[in-house]
């Protein structure tokens, strides 16, 4: 497709559009240059989401294969785009309100293809579609499936030492046999294999098939074989480290074995899908470039390029706005914890264990007894909201991942009573080789209570979303666990019915002092 006509070598009408519809995506990402900025920042610091940086090189070039197509193709604005490129917007401002980046970056991403759309008009975006689509992957996203993958290659592992005849304890994602112990984390949940297995999988199946069965049944097999592999994986290297008296397999080699095997079971999948590949149908050229415009149609392209962009930007305006509202708030915090409430009363620690939360403008912890037990609690106060300034984050947990000799085999949903009301918290149980403890932890955003991290976001973005600005805590509450865990419930439950009602006064007082 040439972009230039006649003799004088002026840019033809397609060569306008495409410049019009290039430069408007390009200034999108300046006006959400925060979250574009953050996006490529953890590409460049998670090496999970490395290949990123792949996505808009692929995105584009897989465009320019489709020239010849596109070039049979008369550009025309669309406005019928808007209809969707002012929900992305607002979609960006929810997750704007309640702090959740994958939101405003899947709705950032979102508006590239709506914003080529309005400029360029139904025929073209269609055309393009898979590669404008493409762009979504690379949103870093997916990091709530590692727990669940983590529970699934923990109890695959187990299950095939079983069928083997090896003995196996097992405690959450921990387990032992007669030749060592063992434990499933982060880096073991075959999330990164699945991310490169569905990312490659889907490029494969668009570029190698035509029918959309053959690309459907492609992407799930994308979608399965890695988390089948990554189950044989950690089965291999459990056997190997066995086999060995472990000295092979715990190391670094751990993780080469790891790779080489996932390699050789990707490299299988792509050779079984490439006995089905479909040849796609040539093109003939074009013997002229049709005709896109008129002298009076010469405004069209500017003017929904400027509307696509004036749209886009009333978001980040409305979030600034908020910003500054906030900003106002950053008067001192005045918490404090009761120090009574029949039959509870401050007493000795109960633990050196403290849960691991980032950025809290304040943070408070006391332990009560009622001569039987004793209740630890652990309140981490947020009055800005911010990167590195969150309540509801993966970064907030009540033990890390590495270099913490406690552990913690899984957590819970759990109703406790709170006053009148009843909440789902979140119940865990923490052991050490000292101690065992059971825990309930829940939040309080700007007077609600809840355990959901969902609901908990939601409620931020509620609150933003109509201009009221509250404070938020996180509640931890720790007890010895006995053999009996009920009795350890009973305990927590006992505390919350004396304790909650200052507890909640001291909040809504803390709260209270914040004035614009």
């Known amino acids: 497709m040439s972009l230039l006509t006649g003799s004088d070598e002026r840019i033809s009408p397609w060569g306008k559009a495409a410049a019009a519809a290039i430069l408007s995506a390009l200034l999108l990402l300046v006006i959400y240059h925060e979250t574009f900025l ?25 465009i320019w ?19 969707f490129l002012i ?3 607002l979609i960006w401002l929810v997750g704007n309100h309640a702090n959740v980046m994958s939101v405003q970056q899947f709705a950032m991403m979102g508006m590239i293809p709506m914003t080529v759309w309005l400029i360029l008009g139904w025929p073209v975006v269609s055309e393009i579609a898979f590669p404008l689509g493409f762009l979504l992957f690379g949103v870093p996203f997916g990091e709530f499936l590692i727990p669940p993958m983590m529970d699934f290659t923990a109890d695959f592992t187990v299950l095939l030492l079983q069928l083997t005849g090896i003995p196996v304890y097992r405690e959450g994602t921990y387990f032992s046999i007669p030749s060592g112990d063992w434990s499933v984390v982060e880096a073991c949940s075959g999330f990164r294999y699945l991310l490169a297995s569905i990312t490659l999988g889907f490029l494969f199946a668009y570029v190698s098939y035509r029918s959309l069965w053959k690309r459907g049944v492609f992407v799930v097999a994308a979608c399965i074989v890695p988390v089948i592999a990554n189950g044989l994986r950690a089965y291999l290297i459990v056997m190997i480290a066995h086999w060995s008296n472990m000295k092979l397999a715990v190391g670094v080699d ?15 999948l792509f050779w079984v899908g490439s006995k089905w590949i ?47 509202k906030a900003a106002s708030r950053q008067t001192p915090i005045v918490l404090t914890l009761p120090e009574s409430g029949a039959p509870w009363r401050l007493g000795d620690a109960l633990t050196a264990w403290v849960p691991s939360y980032i950025g809290a403008d304040v943070e408070r912890q006391a332990f009560y007894t009622d001569g039987h037990h004793t209740v630890a609690i652990y309140v981490r106060y947020y009055r800005y909201q911010g990167p590195g300034h969150e309540l509801v984050s993966t970064q907030n947990m009540l033990v890390s991942q590495t270099g913490s000799e406690w552990k913690m085999p899984g957590e819970s949903s759990v109703k406790i009573n709170l006053g009148r009301e009843k909440i789902d918290a979140v119940e865990g149980r923490l052991l050490s080789p000292g101690q065992s403890l059971l825990t309930w932890r829940w939040n309080w955003i700007s007077g609600d209570y809840t355990g959901s991290p969902v609901l908990a976001k939601f409620l931020e973005a509620r609150d933003k979303f109509i201009g009221h600005i509250g404070d938020e ?40 002092e914040a004035r614009p």
């Open 38 to 62: 953050a996006m490529v920042n953890t590409w460049r610091n998670s090496e999970t989401f490395t290949h990123c940086f792949l996505i808009f090189p692929i995105s584009a070039y897989l």
């Open 254 to 268: 751990h993780f080469i074995y790891g790779w080489v095997f996932f390699g050789l079971v990707m490299a299988l």
């Open 473 to 512: 805590a996180g509640i931890v509450l720790a007890v010895d666990l006995s053999d009996d865990v009920s009795s350890s419930r009973q305990a927590l439950q006992g505390f919350v019915d004396a304790m909650f009602p200052a507890i909640d006064q001291s909040l809504r007082q803390a709260a209270a």
């Open 87 to 89: 929900p992305l917007g």
């Open 278 to 324: 479909e040849q796609e149908p040539a093109v003939p050229p074009l013997a002229a470039e049709p005709s896109t415009s008129t002298e009076g149609d010469a405004w069209r392209l500017p003017i929904a390029a400027l509307l696509a962009l004036s749209v886009s930007l009333l978001w980040p305006l409305r979030a600034a706005y908020i910003e500054n």
């Open 65 to 83: 294969k489709r020239r010849s197509a596109l070039a049979r193709l008369r550009p025309d604005p669309d406005y019928r785009a808007l209809v």
